[in-house]
T-cell receptor, first 112, second 113 residues
Framework: GAGVSQSPRYKVAKRGQDVALRCDPISGHVSLFWYQQALGQGPEFLTY????????KSGLPSDRFFAERPEGSVSTLKIQRTQQEDSAVYLC??????????FGPGTRLTVT | GDSVTQMEGPVTLSEEAFLTINCTYTATGYPSLFWYVQYPGEGLQLLLKATKADDKGSNKGFEATYRKETTSFHLEKGSVQVSDSAVYFC????????????FGAGTRLAVHP
């Protein structure tokens, strides 16, 4: 079956622009995670959804970052007024409750 | 706070050499431990896991044993292949939660023929 997909795969934004990154999880997966992976580093947790409820957003680095999953399936991570330090790969993962997380290929964001 | 520390790379080996990538952790409670692998151009994949002390996770010839006394989860393989070249990440998730993962910085492995 289809895995986790993310779009776009690559995004170049000028500093100050808003961006929206999409994640399509595996069908039926209740849990959805967003991670940020800076160059040469491991992924760092941003936020977690259980169905449509955002249960943990403790990893979001600033109030410019916003995530939603309104129907409990597709999720969007939005970054307002992008800064150079936002340049990273943004990873989405989904899982059925308590089980292995399946990762998407990521969106590489470059802010110029 | 909870964290994972793994050996810095790159690790460069010849084919059929023995591999060890060290990983230690700091965590409250009793975490589950994981090794993920990221092949060039691909997403993160779970390689193996262990959920309690003394458990051994294994897959594709790789092994790691959950050592509570040394808070370690070192990855080993007896004979590496060129196709094992990738970045390897050690990670933990805390018990009683929703399995948020905390990753180490990753170790790049390059295997030469």
């Amino acid at each position: 079956g289809a895995g986790v997909s993310q779009s776009p795969r690559y995004k170049v934004a000028k500093r100050g622009q808003d961006v929206a990154l999409r994640c399509d999880p595996i069908s039926g997966h209740v849990s959805l995670f967003w991670y940020q992976q800076a160059l040469g580093q491991g992924p760092e947790f941003l936020t977690y959804f259980q169905n449509e409820a955002q249960l943990d957003k403790s990893g979001l680095p600033s109030d410019r970052f916003f995530a939603e999953r309104p129907e409990g399936s597709v999720s969007t991570l939005k970054i307002q007024r992008t800064q150079q330090e936002d340049s990273a790969v943004y990873l989405c993962a989904s899982s059925s409750q308590g089980n292995e997380q399946y990762f998407g290929p990521g969106t590489r964001l470059t802010v110029t | 706070g909870d964290s994972v520390t793994q050996m810095e790379g790159p690790v460069t080996l010849s084919e059929e050499a023995f591999l060890t990538i060290n990983c230690t952790y700091t965590a409250t409670g009793y975490p589950s431990l994981f090794w993920y692998v990221q092949y060039p151009g691909e997403g993160l994949q779970l390689l193996l896991k262990a959920t309690k002390a003394d458990d051994k996770g294994s897959n594709k010839g790789f092994e790691a044993t959950y050592r509570k006394e040394t808070t370690s989860f070192h990855l080993e393989k007896g004979s590496v292949q060129v196709s094992d070249s990738a970045v390897y990440f050690c990670a933990l998730s805390l018990s009683g939660g929703y399995n948020k993962l905390i990753f180490g910085a990753g170790t790049r492995l390059a295997v030469h023929p």
